[in-house]
């Protein structure tokens, strides 16, 4: 997968807060990127079970971490310092306990899970984050809620019910509705609708820029934080967006499903030096590899920032700075304002489902000083650029999903980074220094150290047609794509139909023209045999070829009928031309690009 390149002018982190600011030139503070706690410092009690209870105490550094993102980034200058980590692998069973305090909790993060246009409103979606069944749905306020995907009563997944006309979550099974804020409402079979032990489960969740955002904490414990921004309403103002949204940057977004750990997509987006080779012929080529020299600014709990001095394509560009926002967030900035007219901000959120499964939500941001390049933008069709996103994430699906096995066989989850892979250059800085966080702070994953255990639970390696999958992958759950291919099925079996009459219309006139041929032959013949019988019928074949085609002559008949040959032989080709195009929203393509095309300078 490439290194898309991004737009900020300057990063900085910040110690204890855990949180990133940013600085550029209008000086305003980056959007808070996660709010790192203690994994022990979240015991409020449920008030479904406990109607009181005194809040736990919680040491110095463990409210610095709980700190909002602009309070936390006010913390004294000398314990930022204090804080930031060495750009190398750090075991788990070796932290400190400063370091096991700052250990964050993964279920205590927002998620994006996908884009709000993607989810069907009118019933009930199923969604994995960090190995929770989710069910997505809208209630009767038109806000999105995100509940754990199981009944209370009989533990039936809730996705499989549906959303009733007054705007509830009912249970296929037996009929439990909830309301929004998981009570129960109805039990049909009698019950006590009542009891603690009838609600369902409900996280938080929010829409932000198009998406919808879950954090997988549930939203009866936040109710009685002093967080909370209203009644049942979670705190929101942690999620990681991107400002340049909002100041109308051209945004080119879509979504994968993909067959490898959230982990194994991070660390591939920070491995700027696989492009050239990697995507060669789809989105770069191998005459513009580079000697690259990665610097590493600044690691904290909260991520780190980088640079790539000299840039992509031997520095065309300008320099690239990277940012990585714990623990999902991916950007790569380019700013090439003045020398190309136009700045670029590719942003990933790598969102963790599965054990060796994630979800990658991409936006690709321009800025541009011309006009003209926003107009094409807008006249591409989304579904497009989506299909040109699928090959782009193909060209390394197969061997990333690969290459999780050989890493773990070699101690990826069990030894440090440097001792796996060899590394001899700068340009895997930011592959270590992703890999020290994880280990430092992320307990080596969302669901562990990626060692045996972790394999098994990822299941058997996939083949090549299912790594290539686009369909499942994409199509199915992206409204874009799935429209189109219905649009273009349709269209295909239409152009069956009508390819089919034409052909039966030209055998027709074929037929009645070679039959008017002879008729008239043998009209004449009878006019001087006194063969009245065979007159008779050729006046009758006569008739009929100028009402089929408005002449009796026959070699206007087959005039038409070569004219029906020719459309049909036309429309045929459309349809195979459709049925490529139908492809491309069902399957990817083997060899990739890199191994079947050759660029324009190779060839010279």
């Not at 015991?43 to 463990?62: L, Y």
């Not at 971490?65 to 309070?71: C, E, I, S, V």
């Not at 009563?153 to 509705?177: F, M, V």
């Not at 190309?340 to 969102?351: D, L, R, W």
């Amino acid at each position: 997968m490439p290194n898309m390149h991004q737009t900020t002018q300057g990063c900085r982190l910040h110690g204890n807060s855990a949180h990133l600011t940013r600085f550029c030139s209008r000086k305003r503070p980056f959007v808070a990127l996660s709010q790192i706690q203690c994994c022990n410092a979240s015991n409020t009690r449920d008030p479904r079970r406990a109607s009181s209870g005194s809040r736990p105490s919680v040491s110095r550094s463990a409210r610095e971490l709980q700190a909002g993102p602009l309070k936390a980034a006010t913390l004294g200058t000398a314990e930022a310092a204090s804080d930031s980590i060495e750009a190398t692998n750090v075991r788990p069973e070796t932290l400190s306990q400063s370091d096991q305090r700052q250990r964050f909790n993964w279920h205590n993060q927002w998620y994006a899970i996908g884009y709000e246009r993607d989810f069907d409103q009118k019933k009930p979606n199923a969604f994995t984050l960090l190995g929770k069944q989710l069910c997505i749905w809208r209630d009767g306020s038109d806000t999105w809620q995100a509940f754990l995907d199981v009944c209370p009563h009989r533990l039936i997944p809730l996705s499989e019910g549906r959303i009733t006309d007054n705007k509830e979550l009912q249970c296929a099974y037996h009929g439990w509705c909830f309301e929004s804020s998981g009570k129960c409402t109805a039990i049909p079979q009698g019950g006590n609708a009542s009891n603690p032990r009838t609600w369902a489960t409900v996280y938080q969740c929010a829409v932000k820029q198009g998406l919808i955002w879950v954090k997988p904490t549930e939203l009866h414990t936040v109710r009685s934080s002093t967080h909370a921004s209203g009644p049942g309403q979670p705190d929101t103002s942690d999620i990681p967006i991107l400002p340049e949204i909002e100041e109308g940057w051209i945004d080119s977004a879509t979504f994968r499903d993909l067959p490898y750990d959230y982990a194994t997509l991070l660390e591939n987006l920070f491995d700027v030096g696989h492009v050239p080779f990697t995507h060669h012929a789809s989105v770069s080529k191998r005459s513009s590899a580079d000697v690259l020299k990665l610097d590493v600014k600044t690691q904290s709990p909260a991520g780190f920032t980088g640079r790539n001095k000299r840039g992509p394509r031997k520095g065309q560009l300008g320099a690239q700075d990277t940012l990585f926002g714990a623990p999902c967030l991916m950007r790569h900035t380019i700013d090439a304002q003045a020398s190309k007219g136009f700045s670029n901000i590719t942003a990933v959120y790598a969102t963790p489902t599965t054990p060796g499964r994630c979800r990658a939500i991409i936006h690709n941001l321009f800025k541009f000083k011309s006009p003209v390049p926003r107009f094409f933008f807008k006249v591409v069709p989304q579904w497009s650029t989506h299909v040109g996103n699928n090959t782009v994430l193909e060209d390394d699906v197969v061997f990333l999903h690969k290459q999780e096995e050989l890493a773990v066989a070699k101690g990826l989850g069990r030894k440090p980074v440097a001792q796996v892979y060899h590394m001899p250059g700068s340009s895997d800085n930011f592959v270590t220094a992703f890999r020290t966080w994880l280990n430092k702070y992320g307990g080596g994953g969302p669901f562990g150290p990626m060692d045996e255990s972790w394999l098994q639970a990822a299941g058997p390696r996939l083949d090549r047609d299912a790594l290539l999958d686009r369909f499942q992958s994409h199509t199915a759950n992206c409204q874009v794509c799935s429209g189109t291919l219905h649009t273009i099925q349709r269209v295909r079996t239409a152009l069956k139909y009508s390819i089919g009459s034409l052909a039966v219309s030209a055998a027709i006139l074929a037929s009645v023209a070679l039959s008017a041929s002879i008729s008239s032959l043998q009209a004449a013949a009878a006019q001087q045999s006194t063969q009245g019988v065979f007159a008779a019928g050729g006046q009758l074949l006569l008739s009929l070829s100028k009402r089929v085609v408005g002449s009796g002559n026959p070699g206007a008949i087959m005039a038409s009928a070569a004219f029906c040959v020719a459309l049909a032989v036309s429309l045929l080709g459309v349809r195979g031309y459709l049925k490529g195009m139908e492809n491309k929203f069902i399957h990817g393509v083997y060899p990739p690009p890199r191994n079947v095309k050759q660029t324009h300078d190779e060839a010279q």
